[in-house]
C-alpha cells in the first residue's frame, strides 16, 4: 500500500496503486452518462405526461363545447316549442271568441228565417 496518505489510491481505491487522469475521467464519463440518461428518460416521461394531459384537456375541452352545443339547441327547441303553445293558445282563444260572438248572429238568423216561414205558413192556410 503506498504511504502517502495525499495520493489518489489512498483516498479513492484503497490500495497503494494511484488513479491516473484517465480513469477519473471514465468514471466521471460513465457517471454522467447513467445521470443523463435518467435525467433524459426523466424529462422524457415528464413530457409524455405533459402530452397526456394537454390531450386530456383537449378531450375535455371538446366534451365542455358539445354539452354546451347541446344545451344550446334543446334550449332553441324548447323555445319554438314554448312560442308554437302559446300560439295554439292565442288562436284557441280566438276561435272561441269569433264562436261566442257569432252565436247571437247565428240565433238571430234561425228566428228570423222560422218566423219568415211560418209567416208564409200562415198566408197559404188562410188562403186555402
Known amino acids: ?13 484503497g490500495y497503494g496503486e494511484p488513479i491516473t487522469l484517465a480513469t477519473v475521467a471514465l468514471i466521471t464519463g460513465i457517471a454522467s452518462a447513467v445521470g443523463g440518461t435518467g435525467l433524459s428518460a426523466g424529462l422524457a416521461l415528464k413530457a409524455a405526461a405533459d ?21 344550446a339547441a334543446l334550449e332553441e327547441r324548447r323555445t319554438e316549442a314554448l312560442a308554437a303553445i302559446e300560439q295554439s293558445r292565442a288562436e284557441i282563444q280566438k276561435a272561441r271568441a269569433d264562436a261566442e260572438s257569432r252565436t ?14 211560418t209567416f ?3 198566408r197559404t192556410a188562410k188562403r186555402g
Do not use: D
Open 1 to 13: 500500500m503506498n504511504s502517502n496518505p495525499t495520493s489518489w489510491g489512498n483516498q479513492w481505491t
Open 51 to 71: 402530452r397526456r394531459q394537454k390531450l386530456r384537456l383537449v378531450a375535455l375541452r371538446r366534451k365542455r363545447k358539445a354539452i354546451k352545443e347541446r344545451r
Open 104 to 117: 247571437p248572429v247565428v240565433l238571430y238568423a234561425g228566428a228570423a228565417g222560422l218566423l219568415v216561414v
Open 120 to 122: 208564409i205558413a200562415l
